[in-house]
């Protein structure tokens, strides 16, 4: 028992003082208090906006580069990582290999505890190396607490490859230093029930994520004003979703806008390309392709430039 690291002292383990009667309190006194330390992401977030933007930028730069987006994490903070993940191909229609989520266990920890599988520094090392990860990419390891012995054993891997490391964390870098090339702390505090990292630490993880993906996402040409052209339209909410990006941006009917969609191969971005320069499909995708997908910069090029 002497060799167990002692981790009282971790911010994310603490004892919160606004909710030491936390099993004597009505329902909506709950549920005000759950609330109102819930706050404390969106100043979390703000603080480390600096980190956070440096992140988007690397990252968008590599995967321009032809390098991939790796999540890695146990438990709450690998799910996180994994759901991230798992919704780039829907919403921008990224290949499915570019943005991926390891996590401690496998496919199997989505859905059942293996929090126990989170202690191996070597199962972290040997993931890097089963996705032949290079320094063309990022590797971006979650951990609540910031000692997970499978996330640093991950980075560790990650960085003797040469690829750029980024560590999201809700301690202090004083409590656990980690080298890494962009050191992300979400310090939202203690939590309301002692140490249970899924409730405001997952929150801030979560918000993390999401603008760290649809950031780079943003930088990488799949944005459009605040529309998600490059939507994969593959159910009838997303078709739907596509037609209605199309009548806003274009003042088509919805019929107009479908009969545009379907000549485009249901690709939003395209159609808008054809639409507003009466390229067609196969003239609009070789302007994309030459100005890496960004419909912005084909759209600035002139007509000529993109039928050559």
Not at 249 to 266: C, F, N, V
Request: net charge negative.
């Amino acid at each position: 028992m002497e060799n167990i690291q002692q981790r009282g002292h971790l911010l994310t383990e603490q004892i919160n003082p606004n909710s030491q009667n936390l099993d004597q309190l009505n329902t909506v006194e709950l549920v005000e208090l759950f609330n109102q330390e819930d706050a404390q992401t969106i100043k979390a977030i703000a603080q480390a906006k600096g980190e956070l933007a440096q992140a988007i930028d690397v990252t968008s730069q590599a995967l321009e580069k032809g390098g991939h987006l790796f999540y890695v994490g146990a438990g709450t903070s690998g799910r996180l990582g994994v759901l991230d993940a798992a919704e780039c191909p829907p919403t921008f229609c990224t290949e499915p290999d570019m943005v991926q989520g390891i996590i401690a266990g496998g496919a199997g920890a989505l859905v059942r505890s293996s929090e126990n599988l989170e202690d191996s520094s070597q199962d972290g090392a040997e993931a890097i190396a089963q996705r032949k990860i290079t320094d063309k990419d990022v590797v971006v390891g979650i951990s609540a607490g910031g000692t997970t012995p499978f996330v640093h054993g991950a980075l560790n891997a990650a960085k003797q490859r040469g690829a750029t490391t980024i560590a999201i964390t809700c301690v202090p870098a004083e409590q656990v230093p980690i080298i890494v090339d962009i050191d992300i702390r979400l310090l939202t505090g203690p939590e309301i029930l002692a140490g249970s990292t899924r409730l405001k630490a997952g929150t801030v993880t979560k918000m993390a994520l999401n603008i760290l993906s649809t950031g780079v996402m943003v930088k990488l040409g799949k944005v459009y004003g605040n529309r998600m052209i490059d939507v994969s339209v593959t159910n009838t909410k997303l078709y739907d979703r596509a037609l209605r990006i199309l009548e806003e941006l274009t003042e088509l009917s919805r019929q107009e806008a479908a009969e545009l969609l379907e000549r485009s191969g249901k690709r939003v971005k395209l159609a808008l390309l054809m639409h507003w320069t009466a390229l067609d499909p196969q003239q609009g995708q070789l302007c994309l392709d030459n100005h890496q997908g960004n419909l912005r910069a084909a759209l600035e090029a002139s007509q000529s430039e993109c039928r050559m």
